[in-house]
C-alpha cells in the first residue's frame, strides 16, 4: 500500500491558513481577558459562559484518553461525528471530481454529507448476512477514490461488520477507511482505535450520543494519526464545542461505572426483547445485533408501525431502504418502556 496523506488533501486545504482565534495567540495564565471583545460582566444566567471555550477542549480530551488510552493530539471532538463526517468530505474529496464508497443499507448521513459537497457516491450494497462485498469494492475503488466508510456495528442492521474485511481495506487502499463506531460499547467486537499506530490511512468515529446517554450535547470523537487530526484542526470553526457542552461532558465522564451498568442492562434486555418478538406470528426474521436496537422484518411493517404511532410508541420505519425491505427498527428501551411495547403488540 502507498498511502501519503499529502497526495490525498485537497489544494486548498494544504495551503489553508486557519483563523486565528484570540486564545490561541498567547501562552500562559491571564486574570484580565480584553482580546476577545467578549461582555466583561457576565451572563444573565446563573453560570455564566461569556468567554469563548476552550478551541481544542483538552480538559475533556485528556479525560477521554484515561478512558480509552489514546493520547489528546489523535482526538478530534466534533458537533455531533456528523461534523467529522462533513469535514473528511471538506478537506479530502474535490468537488465534481472524487468519489468515496458507501456499503448500503448503512447510516444515512454518508450519502447526505456527500450530496451537501458535491461528491460522487459508488454504492457497493452489502451481501448475506450484512457484510461488506469485498470484490465489488475492490472492483469500484479508482484513482479518485478518496474515502470508504465502513459503520460497525452497522445502522440499521445491528451486525459488526467482519474485523479482517475491514483490516484488508486498511492495508490495501491507498485513500482513507472510516469506520464508525458509534454503537461499539454495546458490541463484543474490540474498537479500531486499537489499530490507529498500526494504520494511518484509518479515521476511527464514537459518539457519546448513545452509551453515554448525550445525544442532546451533540459531541462526536474521531481518533486518528496526529496528521489527520491536524486536518481536522484546520478546517473546524474555532469554537466547534460550546462551553456548557464541554463542562457537562467532563462531569458525564467521570460516571463510567453507571454507563457500565446501563450498558449490561440494555444488552439483557435486547435479548428479552428479541424473545418476546419471536412470538408474534407476523414477525418475520430478527436479526442478530451488536448494538442498542434490533432491525426486525414483518409482514407489514407500514401498519406495525402505524399501529404502534396511534398507542403513542414510535419506532424506525425502515422499510423502504434497500436490503431492509419489510423491516423496523426498534431501539432498546427500559425495561418498562419494552415491557409496554410488548404488550402493545399482543393486541396488533
Known amino acids: 500500500m502507498n498511502f501519503n496523506l499529502q497526495n490525498l488533501l485537497r489544494e486548498n486545504i494544504k495551503n489553508l491558513k486557519p483563523y486565528s482565534s484570540a486564545r490561541d495567540e498567547f501562552q500562559g495564565e491571564a486574570s484580565v481577558f480584553l482580546d476577545a471583545n467578549e461582555n466583561a460582566y457576565g451572563s444573565p444566567l446563573s453560570k455564566n459562559f461569556n468567554r469563548y471555550p476552550d478551541p481544542l477542549q ?207 442492562e440494555t444488552l439483557l434486555e435486547r435479548d428479552k426483547l428479541v424473545l418476546g418478538l419471536k412470538n408474534f406470528s407476523f414477525v418475520l426474521e430478527i436479526y442478530p445485533s451488536d448494538a442498542n436496537f434490533i432491525l426486525v422484518k414483518t409482514v407489514s411493517p407500514r401498519e406495525v408501525y402505524q399501529f404502534l404511532v396511534e398507542r403513542g410508541i414510535i419506532v424506525r420505519d425502515r422499510s423502504k431502504v434497500e436490503l431492509c425491505e419489510g423491516c423496523l427498527r426498534i431501539t432498546v428501551g427500559t425495561p418498562a418502556e419494552n415491557k409496554q411495547l410488548l404488550t402493545v403488540l399482543e393486541g396488533f
Not at 231 to 260: D, T, W
Open 58 to 264: 483538552l480538559a475533556v480530551k485528556q479525560k477521554i484518553t484515561s478512558i480509552k488510552g489514546v493520547p489528546p493530539r489523535n482526538i478530534f471532538l466534533g458537533n455531533g461525528s456528523d461534523e467529522a463526517i462533513d469535514i473528511l468530505f471538506r478537506s479530502f474529496c474535490r468537488p465534481g471530481i472524487d468519489n468515496v464508497i458507501l456499503v448500503p443499507p448503512t447510516y444515512g448521513m454518508y450519502q447526505v454529507s456527500a450530496n451537501i459537497n458535491d461528491i460522487e457516491v459508488q454504492n457497493i450494497p452489502l451481501i448475506a448476512e450484512y457484510q461488506l462485498n469485498m470484490e465489488g469494492i475492490a472492483e469500484a475503488i479508482n484513482l479518485n477514490t478518496k474515502l470508504i466508510f465502513v459503520c460497525s456495528p452497522n445502522n440499521p442492521t445491528g451486525n459488526s461488520i467482519n474485523r479482517e474485511d475491514v483490516e484488508t481495506l486498511l492495508a490495501n487502499f491507498n485513500g482513507i477507511v472510516v469506520v464508525d463506531e458509534a454503537y461499539i460499547n454495546y458490541s463484543r467486537q474490540k474498537s479500531f482505535i486499537q489499530e490507529l499506530t498500526e494504520y494511518g490511512n484509518l479515521v476511527v468515529l464514537q459518539t457519546l450520543s448513545k452509551a453515554w446517554g448525550l445525544a442532546g450535547l451533540r459531541i462526536g470523537m474521531a481518533f486518528a494519526s496526529e496528521e489527520i487530526i491536524e486536518v481536522f484542526n484546520r478546517v473546524k470553526p474555532p469554537y466547534n464545542i460550546n462551553e456548557a457542552s464541554q463542562k457537562l461532558a467532563l462531569q458525564a465522564l467521570g460516571n463510567v461505572e453507571q454507563v457500565n451498568g446501563w450498558i449490561k
